[in-house]
């Protein structure tokens, strides 16, 4: 795992530089964790006062705005210098995430200030997935709290290592020892399964500068280093930093007909000038003849580094493909497990497909179950059927076509991903690959061949187009239209009409409700198992019933199932009559004709509504194909998108 | 108004060079920036349909438009440079603009408002906001608009202001160009998500985790060319509210009694030059400047006379287009 991308050469060029911040432990990144009264924009105020960061015109405005906002009583209030947001500073809590920059003699810094309160767990994981350690921050009052045991979790499972416990407000419980030392054996206890390697607890006041660079008079029983010591010299690189080779092409750069290299940042390990290299989607093999920069070729490049790769063979290796050693290669797989940190509003359920970015790939992928939530409090592991905002859980995912990958403890670089929403392009997830799905898993083979990829080769989604109308309003007539058109443009379809499956599979079926109801449940089947082998299904049904037509839609993914309403009234279906079917219904000769005493109950909502009292079915029909062929093109171009150019 | 600028001149002899200067050794940090925005420059070219570079001259563009020259090196960037001028800039800025385009041979757009122009818009006739809001926020959409551009590069830093500190390295706009700072996505690892709907477009600050010091210290080690009004000479400058503005040409209205100064001194920022504050300083060499950095005790926005319109005035601009 790399905590800090390993740099070449030059270790203090610009050392004696007061404020270069440029010594040999170069950058550290940290994220500061609490509860909304935990003091925390106090101590990354006080942070940035303390490091000469805060010039004194910002020192102005800000005795200005303590006076007009504070929460100090006339004091410098340290917090409105961090909480940026108009909204915020008004509701007094920091909404987001806020990058600061300080740094001292010895190192740089980069602070990622992330919000306490609950809801925004997302804001978190963002923070921690670019950071290298984290401040949790504990008022010595209030002890540990829910809070506290849920930023643990998060910052652990982002795979941040070493953590500080600041246990602030120390002047508010007379200087404690005692108190300070509890709460530090709690906190032990508590993390022992989080796999941290350093835990270290600092007494502070932030808002008095107790031990935050020089060490407090009034904690003479503390014997460690401040909180700026410690920061400034924490070794937070791991030996296994450099890991296997990784290469994510990020463009072919092709100046000209003689240069042919590959861009990109390297994600784990280094690589040398004559080192083998395989494309891992392709399984091509090459050496590196050059490695290219704007300030000269350079023998070797290491994690971290952004520079262009030459090969000695002409491979072809798009935007997207993984470079890597040839001995300690990456999975390419279409199955992994993966936690992932859910951070739509909308929940997740298994079957819908996003687009999953990962490295410089975007492939689509569905989420096909989720094992377990993960109760941050507890640790335990719950069965669950879906995710909610801010929900942690463990999932199966499976992509499109085969990405490369690692395993997120292995590299946090190729083992992370993102999910984004295909229709409205948000950002909904953050994921952490676990492990591949592999040949050892019994679903292996039931996935060889699924819908997805039987509709990719036929160019089109699966979908099914529900037609629902009185008798007479037109359904089969505009049905039949539709078809013709879509199999002009090139669409696999296939159609389900009442009459024919009733003289078949439905022949059981009489015309009360509950055979009614099982007609339109095994209608629904038959679509189903058809937009399994990924074909458009237009049905023609009647299904007068709304309880039906929802219980249809539940079995759909939530944008497979379009429900068109054919709508005419009731006396112009039975003056068109074309199967006579109203005229004998009126004689009493059919029992429970619908329109004729028995109810048709409109949708409430239908996905699409047309007018059929124009006695223009061509019309209708065009209607129906261009809805079809935006929901269609939608899933093409993210297919486009996905290809990686 | 969309034009592509004549190459004229030779790059001007700017930073005076310094014994230290140019070495090429970038430290650890540095380093570690400059990969980091390289990655990110390469995404945006990668991903996005049709990019745009935005010039401001000043010196963290010379930064971005150096480390864009890098990303793609040996090709040439695969996009061109804006510059939203609102008629007002330095006279040396846009002498400096239009040498490094064509020291660069890089396509250079320049945009001015010209209804704008035609309304008399200036700093001195309407104030520094309905300026700032008319000749540069309004400007940009319109150039943006233009141009089709679906991503626009500004070289913006989140050390600069508070606002700015919450804003995502890929930051996504409406086909409005709104900002909505409560509803940004989030961004992990460097997993930037690039999806865009047809009329939407994305800022990309590739700066966005260099401070200033970082951007001086850039300069000295990279050797880049920054406009000359960066280091201490004898100027013409008044004093008004405070602030010592540079007359710079013969539009500056002299209030009754005012007499402009021969002072040494020079700028922090640049912009709109009746906007922008001078200090006194002796600072003529990058060494000298990045000296005088490490013990100033004011901060560089001070000098913009746009930030002063009220606590959270940065804020609001954004929301409404502002870079």
Wanted: glycine letters at 8%; a negative charge; proline letters at 6%.
């Amino acid at each position: 795992m790399s905590a800090v991308p390993a740099m070449p050469q030059a270790e203090s060029s610009t050392a004696g530089h007061p404020s270069s911040g440029d010594g040999a432990r170069g950058l550290l990144r940290f994220l500061t964790c609490g509860s909304v009264d935990d003091g925390k924009s106090t101590l990354i105020g006080r942070l940035l006062y303390e490091t000469s960061a805060v010039y004194d015109d910002q020192l102005t405005a800000l005795a200005d705005d303590s006076r007009r906002v504070g929460t100090t009583g006339g004091d410098i209030d340290f917090a409105l210098l961090v909480d940026g947001l108009e909204a915020e500073r008004e509701q007094g809590i920091t909404i987001d995430v806020a990058y600061r920059y300080f740094s001292t003699a010895r190192r740089s810094f980069i602070v990622a200030d992330t919000p306490g309160h609950e809801q925004y767990t997302r804001n978190m994981a963002t923070g921690a997935s670019n950071a290298d350690l984290a401040i949790l921050l504990i008022d010595a009052r209030k002890g540990l709290l829910t809070q506290t045991r849920r930023h643990s979790v998060i910052v652990s499972l982002l795979g941040i290592r070493h953590v500080v416990l600041a246990i602030n407000k120390i002047d508010l419980v007379g200087f404690d020892e005692k108190r300070f030392n509890d709460i530090v054996a709690d906190y032990r206890v508590f993390a022992e399964k989080l796999g941290f390697l350093g835990i270290e607890a600092i007494p502070l006041s932030a808002r008095f500068g107790d031990n935050i660079s020089t060490p407090s008079i009034s904690t003479p029983w503390y014997k460690g280093p401040t909180l700026l010591g410690h920061l400034e010299t924490i070794d937070v690189r791991e030996a296994g930093d450099d890991g296997p080779f990784r290469f994510p092409v990020q463009c072919v750069n092709r100046p000209n007909l003689d240069f042919r290299g590959f861009s990109g940042t390297v994600a784990g390990g280094r690589v040398r000038v004559g080192d083998a290299v395989v494309a891992a989607g392709s399984g091509k093999t090459s050496q590196v003849a050059r490695i290219v920069t704007f300030d000269g070729d350079r023998p070797e490049a290491r994690s971290g580094d952004a520079v262009t790769l030459v090969l000695e063979d002409e491979i072809d290796a798009p935007r997207g493909e993984v470079f890597a050693a040839t001995k300690h290669r990456p999975i390419v797989a279409t199955r992994l497990a993966a936690r992932l940190v859910w951070m739509a509003d909308e929940m997740l359920v298994p079957g819908r497909s996003y687009n999953l970015k990962i490295g410089t790939r975007v492939v689509p992928a569905t989420v096909r179950a989720i094992r377990h939530y993960l109760d941050v409090e507890t640790l335990a592991e719950v069965p669950v059927v879906s995710l909610g905002l801010n929900a942690i859980g463990l999932v199966e995912i499976e992509t499109l076509v085969p990405v490369a990958f690692d395993p997120y403890a292995e590299n946090n670089q190729t083992g992370a991903f993102i999910l984004i929403d295909r229709f409205n392009n948000a950002t909904v997830a953050a994921g952490m690959v676990a492990q591949p799905l592999g040949a050892t898993n019994v679903y292996r083979h039931g996935f060889d061949v699924d819908r997805a990829a039987r509709a990719a080769i036929k160019h089109q989604r699966p979908l099914v187009l529900w037609f629902t109308g009185l008798p007479g309003s037109g359904k089969s007539t505009i049905a039949n239209l539709v078809e013709a058109k879509l199999n002009a443009l090139g669409r696999h379809t296939m159609t389900l009409d009442g009459d024919s499956l009733r003289q078949g599979l439905n022949a059981d079926l009489g015309f009360d409700p509950p055979s009614r109801t099982e007609n339109i449940r095994r209608v629904g089947e038959v679509a189903r198992l058809m937009t399994e082998a990924g074909l458009v299904v237009l049905c023609a049904f009647v299904s007068p019933f709304r309880a039906d037509r929802d219980r249809l839609r539940e079995r759909f993914a939530p944008d497979e199932f379009v429900e068109i309403f054919v709508d005419a009234p009731p006396d112009l279906c039975a003056e068109r009559d074309p199967k006579g079917l109203y005229a004998q219904a009126k004689e009493g000769k059919i029992a429970a004709f619908t329109g004729i005493g028995q109810e048709y109950e409109p949708p409430l909502k239908p996905d699409l509504h047309l007018d059929a009292s124009l006695p223009d079915p061509e019309a209708l029909a065009n209607q129906v194909v261009e809805k079809v062929e935006t929901l269609l093109l939608g899933a093409e171009l993210s297919a486009e998108t996905s290809a990686g150019l | 108004m969309l034009s592509t600028e004549p190459h004229s001149g030779e790059i001007p002899s700017t930073a005076p060079a310094s014994a230290k200067a140019g070495s090429g050794r970038l430290s650890p940090h540095l380093a570690w920036l400059e990969a980091q925005s390289i990655h990110i420059i390469r995404e945006v070219a990668a991903e996005f349909r049709k990019p745009v570079m935005l010039y401001s001259i000043g010196k963290d563009s010379a930064v971005m438009l150096h480390l864009a020259r890098k990303a793609f090196f040996p090709s040439k960037p695969p996009f061109p440079l804006l510059h939203v001028d609102t008629t007002w800039k330095f006279r040396e800025m846009i002498a400096f603009r239009d040498a490094m385009a064509a020291h660069y041979d890089w396509e250079l757009l320049v945009h001015v408002n010209e209804e704008g122009l035609r309304r008399g818009v200036s700093p001195f006739a309407s104030g520094s906001a309905v300026h700032t809001q008319v000749m540069k926020t309004e400007a940009l959409k319109q150039a943006l608009d233009a141009g089709g551009f679906d991503a626009a590069f500004g070289g913006a830093r989140r050390d600069e202001e508070k606002s700015r500190a919450k804003e995502r390295v890929f930051s996504h706009r409406t086909a409005s160009h709104a900002w909505d700072p409560r509803n940004q996505r989030p961004e992990l690892w460097h997993l930037y998500n690039t999806q865009i709907a047809k009329g939407e477009s994305m800022r990309v600050f590739p700066l966005s985790n260099w401070t200033e010091r970082d951007v001086w210290h850039y300069i000295a080690a990279e050797n880049i060319p920054v406009v000359p009004l960066y280091f201490a000479a004898e100027r013409p400058v008044v004093e008004r509210d405070g602030a010592l503005i540079m007359v710079d040409d013969e539009r500056f209205p002299l209030r009754p009694g005012e007499q402009p100064q021969l002072r040494t001194v020079r700028f922090r920022t640049l912009g709109c030059y009746p906007l922008t504050g001078a200090i006194p300083s002796q600072a003529q060499t990058l060494e000298d400047v990045i000296a005088e950095l490490d013990s100033s005790s004011v901060s560089e926005r001070q000098g913009r006379v746009i930030d002063h319109d009220g606590g959270a005035s940065m804020e609001r601009k954004k929301r409404e287009g502002y870079f």
